[in-house]
């Protein structure tokens, strides 16, 4: 079974640079036909994608968000992170790590159970 859990801080400053991290088990982020997908849910709004590590280690980002996005990973600890810069109160929302299934129609098939991160001085 997969589990991913994200983690980091629950509060940041307008202008900094909010970072998460998605740490995996039961499973290899380095496994072939994976994607390593985050999003997020704003409130009262839907969900929105951000960007995604492959297996190999590619990334690609949102366009609206690709300016100030970064996705990273760390094969030893099975973790994969991601670092959005210039942070304003509209990045407030429920951050998501997931996992997406290239041999299953892309479907998103693992999620993590988010975490809150509040934009606020």
């Known amino acids: 079974q997969v589990q ?3 983690s980091g801080p629950g509060l940041v ?4 640079t909010l970072s998460l991290t998605c740490t995996v088990s039961g499973g290899s982020i380095t496994t072939n036909y994976y994607y390593w997908s985050w999003i997020r849910q704003p409130p009262g709004k839907g969900l ?3 960007g ?3 297996s190999s280690g590619s990334t690609y980002y949102s366009p609206s ?3 100030r996005t970064s ?3 760390d094969t030893s600890k099975n973790q994969f992170t991601l ?6 109160p509209e990045d407030t929302a429920v951050y998501y790590c997931a996992r997406v299934d290239s041999t299953v129609a892309y ?3 693992y999620w993590g159970q988010g975490t809150q991160v509040t934009v606020s001085s």
Do not use: F, G, N
Request: charged residues 20%.
């Open 4 to 6: 991913l859990q994200e």
């Open 13 to 16: 400053k307008p202008s900094q």
């Open 48 to 50: 929105e994608w951000i």
């Open 52 to 54: 995604y590590i492959a």
């Open 65 to 67: 968000l690709k300016s």
């Open 71 to 73: 996705i990273s990973r």
């Open 83 to 88: 670092q959005l810069s210039s942070v304003t």
């Open 107 to 109: 479907i998103y098939d």
